[in-house]
């Protein structure tokens, strides 16, 4: 069992930068790769960025590349997104979320075993 919490998120104007953090209870944090998705207002939850267990490969949605970058920290059980150049259309909750499959299906949420509760991220123009 691993339980996800986000937070970091916030209203911020377009071209700020904010973090999203996500701690994860339990000792097995290393063994799964992360990924964040987020559900902008009336639309569906969409992959954003994952990293694998490790931190060597990571995989960006094409709307996020060069903008965002994922990272994480397995001694202390918290994976990040850092935020950068936000525009109004990163509006959303922001999710993390768990899995233990290959990056190469990060982009399938139906891959992922556990999720947070979600953090808002709100972008004014």
């Known amino acids: 069992q691993v339980q996800l919490v986000e937070s970091g998120g916030g209203l911020v104007q377009a071209g700020a930068s904010l973090r999203l953090s996500c701690a994860a209870s339990g000792r097995t944090f290393s063994r799964y790769g992360m990924g964040w998705f987020r559900q902008p207002p009336g639309k569906e939850r969409e992959f954003v960025v994952a990293?694998?267990?490790?931190?060597?490969?990571?995989y960006y949605a094409d709307s996020v590349k060069g903008r965002f970058t994922i990272s994480r920290d397995n001694a202390k059980n918290t994976v990040y997104l850092q935020m950068n150049s936000l525009k109004p259309e990163d509006t959303a909750v922001y999710y993390c979320a768990a899995s233990t499959s290959p990056l190469s299906s990060a982009g399938n949420p139906y891959r992922y075993a556990y999720w947070g509760q979600g953090t808002q991220v709100t972008v004014s123009s």
């Open positions: 990293i694998n267990w490790s931190g060597g490969s990571t």
